[in-house]
């Protein structure tokens, strides 16, 4: 069983809003980091959000003011809630996190554990 595991995502109509929750099985929230990332056909995987276990986040330019990443540490699950999205958020959205309690730059080659990754596709 993968230690992460990612839904919510779908069609979703520019302007629109959905939430994508990844279920941490494996390792407790309350110790680790974790991040959401994506990537888009013929892109590289990129940083989309990141949470620390004290809580510092970071936000890649692109959604900032319109995406949230929030953690239920009793359900072990961490969220993303996409407002205003865009086409060009298409993308499988992946729930990573790295062996560590904190995050550097929140990039893709930090993270040791991530999930199969769950589809967000934004048209109308």
């Known amino acids: 069983q993968l230690p992460l595991v990612e839904s919510g995502g779908g069609l979703v109509q520019p302007g629109g809003s959905v939430r994508l929750s990844c279920v941490v099985s494996?390792?407790?929230?309350?110790?680790?980091?974790i991040g959401w990332f994506r990537q888009a056909p013929g892109k590289e995987r990129e940083g989309v959000s990141c949470?620390?276990?004290?809580?510092?986040?970071y936000y890649a330019d692109s959604v900032k003011g319109r995406f949230t990443i929030s953690r239920d540490n009793a359900k072990n699950t961490v969220y993303l809630q996409m407002n205003s999205v865009k086409p060009e958020d298409t993308a499988v959205y992946y729930c990573?996190?790295?062996?560590?309690?904190?995050?550097?730059?929140?990039?893709?080659?930090?993270?040791?554990?991530w999930g199969k990754g769950t589809l967000v596709t934004v048209s109308s």
């Open positions: 494996g390792f407790s929230l309350d110790y680790y980091a």
């Open positions: 990573a996190a790295p062996n560590y309690s904190d995050y550097g730059l929140c990039r893709a080659r930090e993270m040791e554990y």
């Open positions: 949470l620390s276990s004290s809580y510092r986040t």
